[in-house]
């Protein structure tokens, strides 16, 4: 189902501030700048400002996945309890969030910006 990791979404309140250290400690600028939410391309992956989230609530994380009305579901049917529906937030990304029976909040994206490659079948390592 899981593609990989995504994107990290961190609370920043004071959205200003958060930007430009972000910037200084990236050696970038974000590819997008609105005052409802900033995100920069951090290693291939995304790195988020939410300044409408609450810093107790912590950062949060979206797994990659093909479709995300069909992983929310799966999701749910697999015993995690919606915290958010699946919702279009533009260019065709759809997210959603569920909170696993442990009581952490899992978030699933569809960002057709980013390629498809699932994960390949697991390789040799320790104990393989």
């Given at each position: 189902?899981?593609?990989?990791?995504?994107?990290?979404?961190?609370?920043?309140?004071?959205?200003?501030?958060?930007?430009?250290?972000?910037?200084?400690?990236?050696?970038?600028g974000p590819y997008f700048d609105e005052p409802f939410?900033?995100?920069?391309?951090?290693?291939?992956?995304?790195?988020?400002?939410?300044?409408?989230?609450?810093?107790?609530?912590?950062?949060?994380?979206?797994?990659?996945?093909?479709?995300?009305?069909?992983?929310?579901?799966?999701?749910?049917?697999?015993?995690?309890?919606?915290?958010?529906?699946?919702?279009?937030?533009?260019?065709?990304?759809?997210?959603?969030?569920?909170?696993?029976?442990?009581?952490?909040?899992?978030?699933?994206?569809?960002?057709?910006?980013?390629?498809?490659?699932?994960?390949?079948?697991?390789?040799?390592?320790?104990?393989?």
């Open positions: 189902m899981f593609l990989g990791l995504r994107t990290v979404i961190y609370p920043a309140p004071d959205l200003e501030r958060s930007k430009a250290w972000y910037t200084a400690l990236l050696g970038h939410y900033v995100g920069f391309e951090a290693g291939g992956y995304e790195l988020g400002l939410n300044p409408r989230a609450d810093p107790a609530d912590g950062a949060r994380t979206y797994w990659g996945v093909p479709d995300a009305a069909v992983a929310h579901a799966a999701l749910l049917a697999a015993g995690a309890e919606a915290v958010t529906d699946v919702t279009e937030v533009g260019e065709g990304i759809k997210v959603g969030e569920v909170r696993e029976p442990g009581g952490a909040i899992l978030g699933v994206i569809e960002n057709p910006v980013f390629a498809v490659r699932p994960v390949a079948e697991p390789g040799p390592g320790p104990g393989r």
